[in-house]
């Protein structure tokens, strides 16, 4: 996915004389072709993200279209007041990508586990919070961002994600996707969560449990009015994230349901990294295992919430 | 007409800032007066600007990266025409463009919305970056605080500018050597201050920040090097002009100021003949 994403700044940098690449300190040999093709425009800048934050502001403010990639806790906790005020408040073009979000870097430990991220910058008027599900999405994306106003946060995974989305469900910032429809549940993901989402649909459906599954792609803007759609047709919804359950995807969605007003009673459950700081050294998976974002523990999960046994 | 070394037109903008602070009751005077001739200077002699256009591509950019200033900033460009000068009276109010810090996207002539210290300077580097990439030869002037020092992102940025060999950026310290609680030297030293920016890669300069021509000669030599920054060092006093309050930190920001600490001030300044130019 970050492959993709680097490769598609390549490709729009090519065809816009507007789009510039920022880096940090990132891996050696990083968009080589960039650096070695348009070199007037590929930035290396050094460990200094609340200067380059301000940087990109002042190259979008005279017209220009920053993308900058580093490690996503670097990417939204070092640099905080630097994107409210020059990135939120000025209404700044700029791209912020954070790499390894989620529990990607699950063995370097505490100071490299992006899982507050979105909970960061969803407080920011203005901002916009993407998470794709696979490489495909990402491209999509990728499309997008060139014309589209004010900041953008860019949420990537690991990289070699299962392809999930779909090209005729077609892309668009700020709309949730519906992958699949059914009565009982409604499943909501963001990012690589959607896999596990779609897992637990199969999961259930074996059991005559039926899923709803939508892709939050955009955290924010929150696309309410098809989240609301769907939560007025089930009675139990699982909020599904690779992330705290604090200030992300589950308290969006808790929002949304809790200002709905529906007649009939909801079950809601937040799956994701508990409001703890996680001591646990271990890959991305072994991570998500122990904390239950799985898909057999959702599954479970949902049938405990409808009140009939799994295995 | 002058007054400790201070020419008409300083006057008359010292004036108008206390004009404001009567009517609003409130603003960072001590630094309005320690900046007040830089920015004029800037004004006058230096920048290229359009106040019919304050947009116009080929101005210079001038981000006062020690928001806190602003008061200055908002007589002169009052006086430039950028607003019309009834907006000094709103100073802070809901009717008003003017707040306690510069809003870009409220005041002409405001680059960027500045009051967070440690933005200016690096937004002022993405500007000159820009400009370099297309080629546009107008110039990029950020004017620091000292105490804005303290800041780190100051030091990434200064690292940044002198590695682009940026020489059409000039930074400006307002070195009057206090900040709000206290002098820099008991706060946080900064000395070597010159020094220091030499060392990350400045060309600098020092000079008198309340003399006009040496303010004027100083800019005219820029650029001082033709591969890195220039930094601009203006030796100032905080509340410069009004002895009552210089270099005291009880006036780094007045608020609630009473008819009685400012009527002395304004009758101290009176003298010249075209006093109350905001009447």
Redesign the interface.
């Known amino acids: 996915m970050r492959k993709t994403c680097l490769d598609q700044i390549y490709e729009l940098a090519k065809r816009d004389s507007r789009v510039v690449f920022i880096g940090s300190d990132i891996g050696s040999g990083t968009l080589e072709h960039f650096k070695r093709e348009i070199p007037n425009r590929f930035f290396m800048e050094g460990v200094s993200e609340a200067h380059l934050v301000s940087m990109m502001a002042g190259l979008a403010m005279e017209g220009k279209i920053p993308y900058m990639n580093t490690i996503a806790t670097f990417m939204t906790r070092r640099p905080f007041e630097q994107i409210v005020l020059d990135a939120g408040l000025h209404k700044t073009k700029v791209r912020l990508i954070g790499s390894g979000s989620g529990a990607v870097y699950g063995p370097l430990g505490p100071t490299h586990l992006a899982l507050d991220d979105i909970a960061i910058l969803r407080v920011i008027p203005g901002m916009t919070i993407v998470a794709p599900c696979d490489a495909d999405e990402m491209k999509r994306l990728m499309l997008q961002t060139l014309d589209y106003d004010g900041p953008i946060y860019i949420r990537l995974a690991k990289g070699g994600d299962p392809i999930v989305s779909r090209p005729d469900f077609p892309f668009k910032i700020g709309q949730a996707i519906v992958l699949r429809e059914g009565d009982d549940v409604l499943l909501v993901s963001t990012g690589i969560t959607t896999q596990i989402a779609l897992e637990t649909a199969a999961i259930l459906e074996r059991e005559k449990i039926f899923s709803t599954v939508i892709h939050i792609h955009t955290l924010k803007p929150l696309d309410r009015k098809r989240l609301r759609t769907h939560m007025e047709k089930v009675h139990a919804i699982v909020s599904i994230e690779e992330h705290f359950i604090t200030g992300g995807l589950g308290s969006a969605v808790a929002e949304v349901l809790a200002e709905s007003d529906f007649d009939a009673v909801k079950r809601f459950v937040r799956v994701g990294f508990p409001d703890e700081f996680i001591h646990t050294y271990g890959s991305q998976s072994e991570l998500m295992k122990k904390y239950g974002i799985t898909s057999q523990n959702i599954a479970n999960v949902v049938a405990k919430m409808l009140n009939s046994k799994l295995v | 007409m002058s007054r400790n070394g201070l020419d008409s037109t300083s006057l008359k903008y010292r004036l108008q800032i206390l004009e404001i602070l009567r009517k609003a009751r409130r603003g960072h005077i001590g630094s309005a007066l320690s900046v007040l001739e830089i920015i004029r200077v800037l004004f006058d002699n230096v920048l290229k600007y359009d106040p019919k256009n304050p947009t116009w591509e080929m101005r210079d950019r001038f981000i006062l990266s020690k928001g806190h200033g602003c008061l200055a900033l908002y007589v002169i460009l009052a006086e430039k025409g950028f607003f019309p000068k009834e907006e000094l009276l709103k100073f802070c109010t809901p009717e008003g463009i003017l707040g306690g810090h510069p809003e ?1 996207v409220k005041i002409p002539g405001v ?3 500045t009051g ?1 210290l ?2 200016g300077l ?10 370099k ?2 080629r546009k030869d107008h110039r990029i002037f950020i004017l620091l605080g000292d105490g804005e020092c303290n800041e ?2 100051v030091w ?2 200064a ?2 500018a002198s ?1 682009h060999k940026l020489n059409r950026l000039t930074a400006i310290v307002d070195y009057n050597k206090m900040q709000c609680y206290s002098s820099t030297s008991e706060v946080l030293e900064l000395e070597p201050f010159a020094e220091k920016w030499r060392s990350f890669g400045f060309e600098v300069r020092e000079v008198d920040g309340h003399n006009i021509a040496a303010l004027q000669q100083a800019f005219s030599e820029m650029p001082f090097h033709e591969k890195k920054p220039n930094l601009l060092i203006c030796q100032t006093i905080k509340g410069r002009g009004l002895p009552e309050i210089e270099n005291n930190p009880a006036w780094h920001h007045k608020s609630l100021a009473k008819d009685e600490d400012l009527t002395p001030l304004i009758r101290y300044l009176s003298t010249i003949e075209d006093r109350m130019i905001l009447d």
Do not use: R, T
């Open positions: 870009h680059e960027a919305s967070s440690g933005h690096s937004i002022g580097i993405g500007m000159a970056l820009a400009a990439m297309d780190g992102s990434e940025a690292l940044s590695k």
